[in-house]
Each structure stands twice: as structure tokens, then as C-alpha cells.
């Protein structure tokens, strides 16, 4: 059997009443995951039906037999998720041990299925950072039921090393600690600003219509009975000096505007809005591609979390069980991108769970 894909995730189950090795039962929770498996008993019989030929591929060991569908629910539950995200990490280690030069975007996703035993379950919130350059998750993290993604947000630009990197979040983000952490990691950061600041979007609002900007960059895109233009316009942050608010915001250099304008089916729709930056450039070019590339994680990780993965559907909420599954759902996306064929994303998971020598193709990956 190849090296452990989870060796940094310790056992937490009694020992002497441990039938399946857990490496063993994590792996069929990413093969099941890889294949299309919707829950835990279509793992358990996808094992079952190939059993001779996982072993003999070296896939699993399968010493005492397919575990049941409960097994694997009770084992993947009980793991630590920060030990699952270490050593899934490890594949990447090239990659997240500098992201210097990198784009960082944090953003939440809701899971909007329900646990039919928990009343009043309105969905699972975890908090992910997309690395813009690779399309891959390095972090993530479950936001409690009765608090925002504020309270978590500190926890998951520690756990990366953004220096030189570039960290964008949306409004509930924008924050001067959030700032000041950044800054003190040696990262830079892009946050939008809106009504949750509203002295200084006020301020900012009345500089940008009484000063020229440094730059301005515009695009038009037209498809699909739509259009839209974007206008993005940059200026440095003298007359926030002026109003006392710089030293407020640690590291700040640019207060960015991007006006947006669409026509669509003959309907006409406006929208402005600001953003704080601790990167010194003068190119509107610049701040307005990393602004539309913060939006690229709802179209290349939680879109196909929700379409390709089902995560949406998923009524797995109980305990770390939801957040595990989140975990490897987003390795698995990694590995699934690794590969060059012209096959979409779920037709590479179909074939995952027809061929075994493909499967073996995505999963050397790791």
C-alpha cells in the first residue's frame, strides 16, 4: 500500500474495539467521494461490490472485511478536521508554503440541506480560502451556529503564510483587525466597503466625486442577452489623512470604486462599491482584475460544490462529520482538476466509479 494519505489524523477510538484501520475507512469516504457516492451506505457497497479488486490494486486492505455505512459515518464524525485539512495538505505543501505574489479570496458558502433529527437545522456555514491562482481551497473553517464569519475569519488567515500575498474578503470581512492581522502577516488585503463602515464609505463616497482618480480601467462584456460595463477608478489615501481616518486603518495606500452597469433582457441595473486596499499600485487594471477574480470562488469552488458535489443536498450536519466531508469534497475537486483530459468534472467522478485504473490515475495525485 502507497504512503498514508491521512497520516496525520490520529485515531480517537478505543483501543481494542477497533475492527477497521482508520486509514483504511478515511480512504473509502474520498473514494466514495471521488465516485459519486451520495452517503455513507453507497461507499459501503461501492467497497463491497469491488472488494477483491481494491485490494488488488492496493486501494485499501480490507484486514477484517467493507465496513457499514455507519462505520464510515461514526469514523469520519469522530476525526479532528484540523488533523484531516493537515495531512490532505501535504499534497500541496509547494503551493501553501508561499503564497507570495498568490490571490487569497475568503468567502463563506452556506450548506442549505437540513438533518431531518435536528429541528431547527437551518444549514451548515463554512468560511473557505481559495487560493485564485491553483482554483484550490487551503483552508477552512466551520462558523458557529449563533456568530458571523468574523469570529473565524482571524483564525483562517492565521493558518496560512500570506506573505506577499494579496487577501481579499467582502463587506462582513472589512474590518481594522482584520486589517491589522493581515498587514502584521506580511500579506496585503482588498476589502469591500459598504454600509457596515458607513462614516467612512460616506468619506470615501465624497472624495471620489470632488478628485480625479490616479487611473481608470473599463471593460464592456456583452453574451447571452446581457450586458455589462465595469468601470474601475483608483485613488491613494492623502485626503483620508487629511479627515484623520488613516492611521485608523493599518497599512492602507488605495481606496478603489467600481461602478458596475447591466443590461439585462432590456432591464437596467446600477451598482457601486468601494474597497480598501494596502497595495501601493496606481493601476485601476490591476485592482480591477483581482475584484473580479474574488468572485471567481462562486463559480470555481462553490458552484461545483452545490452542482457537481451535491453538498447542498447533503444532510450530513451532526458533529465534525458535515466539515470533514466539506474537507475532502474540496480534495477531491483538487484531484479531479489535476487531470488533462477534456472531461467536466463530474464525468471524471463517473468515470472514477467505472474504471479503477482511472481512479488510480486521479488518486496518484495525492
Not at 111 to 128: A, D, V
Not at 139 to 168: F, H, W
Request: proline share 2%; aromatic share 6%.
Amino acid at each position: 500500500m502507497e504512503m498514508e494519505i491521512f497520516c496525520k489524523v490520529k485515531d480517537p477510538r478505543v483501543l481494542g474495539k477497533v475492527k477497521h484501520e482508520l486509514e483504511d475507512v478515511l480512504r473509502m469516504a474520498l473514494i466514495g467521494v471521488l465516485c459519486s457516492c451520495d452517503d455513507y451506505d453507497e461507499i459501503s457497497d461501492l467497497i463491497e461490490d469491488k472488494e477483491d479488486e481494491f485490494k488488488r490494486m492496493g486501494f485499501l486492505k480490507l484486514s477484517n472485511g467493507v465496513p457499514s455505512g455507519d462505520t464510515i459515518r461514526r469514523v469520519v464524525e469522530s476525526v479532528n478536521p484540523d488533523q484531516m485539512r493537515a495531512s490532505l495538505a501535504i499534497s500541496r505543501e509547494h503551493i501553501v508554503s508561499s503564497l507570495k505574489g498568490c490571490h487569497v479570496i475568503i468567502d463563506g458558502k452556506k450548506l442549505r440541506g437540513e438533518n431531518p433529527c435536528s429541528r431547527g437545522c437551518n444549514g451548515l456555514y463554512i468560511l473557505n480560502a481559495m487560493v485564485s491562482e491553483y482554483e484550490i481551497c487551503v483552508s477552512e473553517k466551520r462558523v458557529d451556529d449563533k456568530t458571523n464569519e468574523l469570529t473565524v475569519l482571524p483564525s483562517v488567515i492565521a493558518s496560512l503564510c500570506i506573505v506577499g500575498a494579496l487577501v481579499s474578503v467582502d463587506a462582513m470581512g472589512t474590518h481594522r483587525n482584520i486589517a491589522r492581522q493581515i498587514v502584521m502577516q506580511d500579506g496585503h488585503y482588498l476589502m469591500a466597503l459598504k454600509d457596515n463602515q458607513t462614516v467612512l464609505k460616506g468619506l470615501v463616497e465624497t472624495i471620489f466625486s470632488s478628485v480625479p482618480p490616479l487611473s481608470t480601467h473599463m471593460t464592456v462584456e456583452k453574451g447571452h442577452g446581457r450586458e455589462e460595463k465595469r468601470s474601475c477608478s483608483v485613488l491613494d489615501t492623502k485626503l483620508l489623512e487629511q479627515e484623520g481616518l488613516y492611521e485608523e486603518w493599518p497599512g492602507l495606500k488605495r481606496i478603489i470604486k467600481m461602478d458596475r452597469e447591466r443590461l439585462c433582457d432590456g432591464v437596467k441595473s446600477k451598482e457601486t462599491v468601494y474597497y480598501l486596499s494596502s497595495e501601493e499600485k496606481d493601476e485601476a487594471v490591476y485592482f480591477a482584475s483581482r475584484i473580479r477574480d474574488h468572485w471567481s470562488i462562486e463559480n470555481k469552488l462553490h458552484w461545483h460544490l452545490d452542482v457537481t458535489f451535491k453538498e447542498d443536498q447533503s444532510r450530513v450536519r451532526t458533529k465534525n462529520g458535515a466539515v470533514n466531508l466539506s474537507i475532502i469534497r474540496k480534495f477531491s475537486m483538487e484531484l479531479l482538476k489535476r487531470q488533462t483530459d477534456r472531461l467536466s468534472l463530474k464525468r471524471r467522478r463517473k468515470k472514477c466509479m467505472r474504471s479503477l485504473d482511472y481512479l488510480a490515475q486521479v488518486m496518484k495525485e495525492s
